[in-house]
């Protein structure tokens, strides 16, 4: 698999991770009403979001690949 092939999938995986995090948030605040399993699922959240600007800021700043 070439350099480019392998950041474009690292970025897809960054962009599920936003995506899930913005479903879980929703979730829990309109769906939950247990106060626990909102904090737990908030944290994973927020985890998510880091996870994904970390990726996204790698391969943003990692620059273009070479042919």
């Given at each position: 698999m070439t350099d480019?092939?392998?950041?474009m999938w690292i970025s897809f995986?960054?962009?599920g991770f936003?995506?899930?995090?913005v479903l879980l948030v929703?979730?829990?605040?309109?769906?939950?009403k247990n106060?626990?399993?909102k904090g737990i699922l908030n944290?994973?959240?927020?985890i998510l979001i880091?996870?994904?600007g970390i990726i996204i800021f790698f391969v943003v700043?990692?620059?273009?690949?070479p042919e």
């Open positions: 480019g092939l392998m950041k995986v960054g962009m936003m995506i899930i995090s929703y979730f829990t605040r309109f769906k939950l106060r626990i399993v944290t994973i959240s927020f880091l996870l994904a700043f990692s620059g273009p690949v």
